[in-house]
Nanobody, 117 residues
Framework: QVQLVESGGGLVQPGGSLRLSCVLSGSLLRFYTMGWYRQVPGKEREPVAIRDSDGILTFMSESVKGRFAMTRDTAKNSALLQMNSLKSEDTAVYYC??????????WGQGTQVTVSS
């Protein structure tokens, strides 16, 4: 059974950085399209960055371009989201997603990111 566990969230001041990690267990990360999403109360969950199973970046939100970077570490079976120059509007719960056609979609439990002085 595929499970995703996120870590790395926390409280950071505006302009600061955080790195989120998502570890996949129960299968191999390279089989999946991996995505980072975020959600704030009262709004729909929105995609932040997505890499397909070949590792190609297929989506990056305009609101984070130039500040965030998504990478994969297949040796550690993990997907990373490096977040720099954080703004208050980046405050959200960040979720990791793994998608494999014909198998299904999996979500992590989420990690809170709060950007505040």
């Amino acid at each position: 059974q595929v499970q995703l566990v996120e870590s790395g969230g926390g409280l950071v001041q505006p302009g600061g950085s955080l790195r989120l990690s998502c570890v996949l267990s129960g299968s191999l990360l390279r089989f999946y399209t991996m995505g980072w999403y975020r959600q704030v109360p009262g709004k729909e969950r929105e995609p932040v960055a997505i890499r397909d199973s070949d590792g190609i970046l297929t989506f990056m939100s305009e609101s984070v371009k130039g500040r965030f970077a998504m990478t994969r570490d297949t040796a550690k079976n993990s997907a990373l989201l490096q977040m720099n120059s954080l703004k208050s509007e980046d405050t959200a719960v960040y979720y990791c997603n793994a998608l494999r056609i014909g198998e299904g979609s999996y979500w992590g439990q989420g990690t809170q990111v709060t950007v505040s002085s």
